[in-house]
């Protein structure tokens, strides 16, 4: 992701089993003055599907960095689903063919995938 004066390069992966899950993001932001944040978090969720939708809920959530606070470089970047307990998150996931996959969010293209 890029914006104008924030630079991301950051992983999710996640694991869905039953009605509970975990996103699991690694990766680093960096700002316009060199200022580079590492990225490793991990968010466990309740959500329900329908179709190709998933609809999401955010319980713990938890930082390398231990604490409670959210660095603003953080914060101007990731969702707040990704950031704090408690937030709802959607996307929608459409099997494009074998080996690809798009995600949706607010039904905007947002990630592409492929194995």
Known sequence: ?????????????YVFNGSNGVAILRGKITDNNGENLA???????TFTRKD??????SGNVASSSGG???H?????????FF????????????????STW???TSRSPSVFCQR
Do not use: H
């Open 1 to 13: 992701m890029e914006y104008p004066d924030i630079r991301g390069d950051i992983s999710v992966r």
């Open 83 to 98: 950031l704090k307990p408690k937030e709802p998150f959607y996307f929608s996931i459409l099997r494009l063919n074998s």
């Open 102 to 104: 798009q995600f949706y």
């Open 68 to 70: 409670t606070n959210i």
């Open 72 to 80: 603003p470089l953080l914060a101007r970047t990731l969702p707040d």
């Open 52 to 57: 190709d939708d998933y609809f999401m809920e």
């Open 39 to 45: 990225v490793n978090q991990n968010v466990w969720f």
